[in-house]
């Protein structure tokens, strides 16, 4: 009975350490800040919810100087991307550090790599987490069913725009312009295509391929993303991701294609996570059944720093 007992702790205590995402994987911070920015319709934050829910918090406590990016809830890749220059400038100004290290989810991935290719020596590292970096299904199927130039287009970006400045308000960045169709153009395959003829560090040299994790610019390019739609039955997103994901015959987290997230050293695309779980969203209700995101992140914290970056 006794050896039952022990068995069973000892199994208990193995599973609370797999399911603790506030412990760290290393003491180690990284050289230079940490700069995470969000994706389509996204915040910084909304009173007080993080859009990388309880990500920042975690990176401070392994030492990192962790900053979220005030950029367009939707806008194209190349105004995000001035955008996220300035807010990297005043980093920089702030901090009295000479690079930062750059980690954008979804739309976030361009927005990155725009101000990597422009200012390389402002950037330490690239991380796309399920990056836009070959385009999205969706956002195919979402252009190809709104006519160019018709009513249609016209009161849907009327409506998403307006939507867009609602987000940007309540998170405190109501000075922030919209363009929910020159959003959605980045975001198709065709734009995407276009975007990484101009901004094409890190990019493999084939879809679905592995880019180098040092780039001619002298930045480092990393990427991750997960594979499933639906991960956790009481987080509603899971629905609709799971319809979205239908638009594939690939591999895909609901919104973007594993292959389409692969930018420079891939560290993982198959992750049991769909495209909201990447950002440990809706609320960290994410399967019990892979490692936390939040983990995933703290572990790379530790990859930069162990890089000195």
């Not at 790599?113 to 796309?128: G, K, L, N």
């Not at 979402?142 to 160019?148: E, L, M, Q, T, Y």
Request: contains cysteine.
């Amino acid at each position: 009975m006794n050896r039952w007992i022990y068995t069973l702790t000892i199994l208990l205590l193995s599973l609370s350490s797999s399911f603790n995402v506030t412990a760290s994987t290393s003491t180690s911070a990284t050289k230079y800040p940490i700069v995470l920015v969000h994706g389509l319709f996204g915040f910084d934050d909304i009173w007080g919810i993080d859009y990388f829910y309880r990500i920042p918090q975690a990176l401070q406590q392994q030492g990192a100087q962790v900053f979220v990016a005030s950029v367009s809830p939707a806008n194209s890749s190349e105004v995000r991307g001035e955008q996220l220059r300035s807010y990297v400038q005043a980093v920089l100004a702030q901090t009295g550090a000479d690079k930062v290290n750059l980690i954008g989810h979804s739309h976030g991935g361009p927005t990155t790599r725009y101000v990597a290719s422009i200012s390389p020596e402002m950037v330490a590292s690239v991380t796309s987490i399920g990056g836009v970096n070959w385009g999205s299904n969706v956002a195919d199927f979402v252009r190809g069913a709104v006519p160019a130039d018709s009513a249609i287009e016209w009161l849907a970006q009327q409506g998403f725009n307006t939507l867009a400045s609602i987000i940007a308000g309540i998170s405190g960045n109501s000075g922030l312009p919209a363009d929910t169709i020159a959003a959605m153009e980045s975001l198709t395959t065709a734009g995407s295509v276009a975007f990484n003829q101009n901004y094409p560090e890190g990019i493999p040299s084939q879809y679905c391929g592995q880019g180098s994790a040092l780039a001619d610019n002298g930045v480092y390019y990393f990427s991750w993303s997960g594979s499933s739609q639906f991960t956790h039955a009481l987080d509603v997103s899971d629905y609709p991701l799971s319809l979205t994901g239908l638009l594939f015959d690939e591999p895909n987290d609901g919104l973007v294609s594993t292959c389409s997230s692969h930018l420079g050293l891939v560290i993982k695309d198959n992750y049991k996570m769909n495209h909201l779980d990447e950002v440990n969203q809706t609320f960290g209700l994410v399967s019990w059944f892979e490692t936390n995101p939040v983990t995933v992140y703290r572990q790379h914290l530790s990859r930069l720093a162990q890089l000195g970056l």
